[in-house]
């Protein structure tokens, strides 16, 4: 429906007839550009269009998917922003701004500081004309706001040279601060140190101690305190790469920022040895959580029982050890069954049996077949046959059947 203009008494009486006689099926029903029928019976706040896409017609086109009138751009597109076309012009030309002598822009959009008078009178200090690019590409709300839009990734090598140097600065500090304490030591403590090291047989000197406290203190993620020399690590280092970020594809697993878990792989369709992180279920599988479950099913199944003692978060100690016991009373008893029914029915020897691969007949002949069965490339394998005498067709039979029985 249109919402342009105000309908008058009867246009809007005629207009209500019209739409009860579609609804009754004694008017034809509307249709919009493409020629499509429109339902009569579909709400009118569905089929009233916005403001912004009013066509002044009935249409449906508002409630269908609008197709991209342009190409969505990629991550490696680029767009210029804040280049100059050139050097700047010597005069001011007419339709350039009045203010910054640039004909890139009107006055009213003129980024540039008010002057007192602009180049339009002065025809001094007139700014160079801009890069204005055709976008082609759809680049999107974010892509037009890209902070990082054109950085060149080389230009960061500057940083971590800087960086470096401030490290390496910072560790040499660090190692003659070490050796300045080592030496400022009492002459009782390099006493007690030196006897020590002989008594142990120590090949290394204070020197050496100290440089390797030195190395130590320079370790990714540790700390050192150079009154005790005690490291102190911490857990969080910058090595330790996100779960999310192991693969950054929008179908890849879910991640749950609350918990910080990704139960299934983010590598989909790859080996599980192939990439370090397969999901926390995996992990979760491969360590002790199945005898963890196991332990605390021991302990509910004895608490039935009336073994109130039996707690796996409150008496866990006791808890595994007599889960021990019980699993080893069990295998023994499993093995004291087996045995006393092999001494009173016998069959050890069937017990005792080949391999799969040699019972299956498995060999490293290769042999091709066709879709209709045939042999096409090696030697067909030869039938086993049975001890019964095969393809003996008695009472002038042609050929071995199988008789139906037929029970009434």
Not at 32 to 38: T, V
Not at 94 to 115: Q, Y
């Amino acid at each position: 429906m249109s919402s342009a203009g105000k309908l008058s008494r009867e246009e809007y009486r005629q207009q209500k007839e019209l739409e009860a006689a579609r609804k009754a099926g004694t008017a034809p029903p509307a249709r919009d550009d493409d020629g499509r029928e429109i339902n009569p019976h579909i709400p009118h706040f569905m089929l009233k269009a916005p403001w912004y896409m009013d066509a002044g017609k009935p249409s449906l086109k508002h409630q269908r998917k609008q197709e991209a009138c342009k190409e969505e751009a990629g991550l490696d597109d680029w767009y210029v922003r804040g280049a100059v076309a050139g050097p700047s012009a010597g005069k001011y030309r007419k339709g350039a701004c009045e203010n910054c002598g640039s004909m890139s822009h009107k006055t009213k959009d003129c980024l540039e500081r008010p002057r007192k008078r602009g180049a339009k009178w002065t025809g001094k200090d007139i700014r160079p004309d801009e890069v204005v690019q055709s976008l082609d590409k759809d680049f999107g709300y974010d892509a037009k706001r890209d902070r990082w839009n054109g950085y060149d990734p080389s230009m960061y090598k500057d940083v971590v040279h800087k960086y470096e140097a401030i490290e390496e600065e910072r560790r040499r500090l660090r190692e003659e601060e070490i050796d300045h304490q080592g030496d400022a030591e009492p002459a009782k403590k390099k006493e007690k140190k030196r006897s020590t090291d002989d008594a142990f047989d120590s090949s290394s000197s204070e020197s050496e101690d100290d440089e390797k406290y030195a190395e130590k203190a320079d370790m990714v993620g540790q700390g050192i305190n150079t009154d005790t020399r005690v490291t102190v690590r911490n857990l969080r280092i910058r090595e330790d790469r996100a779960k999310y970020l192991n693969d950054l594809n929008s179908d890849s697993a879910h991640y749950d920022p609350k918990t910080r878990s990704m139960r299934d792989a983010p590598y989909q369709g790859a080996a599980v040895g192939d990439f370090p992180f397969a999901g926390d279920g995996f992990q979760r599988a491969q360590s002790g959580t199945a005898d963890m479950q196991k332990m605390q099913l021991f302990a509910w199944q004895a608490e039935s029982r009336g073994n109130a003692a039996m707690h796996m978060q409150a008496n866990p100690t006791v808890n595994e050890i007599q889960f021990k016991e019980f699993q080893q009373k069990n295998e023994q008893h499993l093995a004291e069954s087996k045995s006393s029914i092999l001494e009173r029915y016998g069959g050890e020897e069937h017990l005792n049996m080949l391999p799969k691969e040699l019972l299956g007949g498995q060999t490293e002949e290769y042999v091709e077949y066709s879709p209709a069965g045939h042999v096409i490339r090696g030697q067909e394998r030869a039938k086993a046959k049975s001890r019964y005498e095969e393809d003996v067709y008695e009472n002038n039979h042609t050929t071995y059947r199988i008789p139906f029985l037929l029970h009434g």
